[in-house]
């Protein structure tokens, strides 16, 4: 796997992984796609895809090596259009200061807020050092007094409720259900 040196600019961070993805980096056995270029010198790293992904992947068109477009400039230019758009659309100028590297803090603050476990944000940006993660993973207050619960009686039902973004809170004996809440 190779490593872009240190300083690579801000503009080919999450569009510049994206366009430099090889057919070859796709796993459908495993659904992961390795990033083999990485941006600003981050570590080379494998990702899970939800079947859903994968099944969009492989509806593209095979015109080459690489999955997209490996001129990151055409993927700026479209998000741009779509953003303007939506944000004309929908009369929210808001949007237009929205940027591919917007949605990277996004994930990774979520996942956070979802796990919080730094070093699993650390590895899924691929980062080298925690300090740089921790720039991402902005300690947003997330708590609300309100909560969504639900019960689960079979391991079916627990998995739906844990991909669903739902924590476990006890087992009831009394009812033979788990319990488990989310955040509203």
């Given at each position: 796997?190779?490593?872009?040196?240190?300083?690579?600019?801000?503009?080919?961070?999450?569009?510049?992984?994206?366009?430099?993805?090889?057919?070859?980096?796709?796993?459908?056995?495993?659904?992961?796609?390795?990033?083999?270029?990485?941006?600003?010198?981050?570590?080379?790293?494998?990702?899970?895809?939800?079947?859903?992904?994968?099944?969009?992947?492989?509806?593209?068109?095979?015109?080459?090596?690489?999955?997209?477009?490996?001129?990151?400039?055409?993927?700026?230019?479209?998000?741009?259009?779509?953003?303007?758009?939506?944000?004309?659309?929908?009369?929210?100028?808001?949007?237009?200061?929205?940027?591919?590297?917007?949605?990277?803090?996004?994930?990774?603050?979520?996942?956070?807020?979802?796990?919080?476990?730094?070093?699993?944000?650390?590895?899924?940006?691929g980062h080298k050092q925690l300090k740089n993660t921790e720039i991402y993973t902005h300690l947003l207050n997330f708590e609300s007094d309100d909560w969504?619960?639900?019960?689960?009686?079979?391991?079916?039902?627990?998995?739906?409720?844990?991909?669903?973004?739902?924590?476990?809170?006890?087992?009831?004996?009394?009812?033979?259900?788990?319990?488990?809440?989310?955040?509203?």
């Amino acid at each position: 796997m190779s490593i872009l040196p240190p300083r690579v600019s801000t503009k080919r961070s999450m569009k510049g992984e994206a366009s430099k993805i090889k057919w070859i980096d796709v796993d459908e056995n495993l659904s992961t796609i390795t990033i083999n270029n990485p941006a600003k010198g981050s570590l080379p790293r494998k990702t899970k895809i939800t079947t859903k992904t994968l099944a969009m992947i492989k509806a593209l068109p095979r015109t080459g090596e690489y999955l997209f477009n490996p001129n990151s400039d055409t993927h700026r230019k479209g998000f741009s259009k779509q953003r303007n758009r939506l944000a004309r659309n929908l009369q929210n100028p808001r949007l237009k200061q929205i940027h591919f590297h917007t949605l990277r803090h996004w994930k990774a603050t979520m996942e956070y807020h979802r796990t919080k476990d730094i070093l699993h944000v650390k590895q899924l940006l691929g980062h080298k050092q925690l300090k740089n993660t921790e720039i991402y993973t902005h300690l947003l207050n997330f708590e609300s007094d309100d909560w969504h619960v639900s019960f689960a009686k079979n391991l079916d039902e627990e998995t739906k409720l844990i991909e669903a973004g739902f924590e476990y809170v006890r087992y009831s004996e009394k009812d033979e259900v788990a319990i488990y809440r989310k955040r509203i």
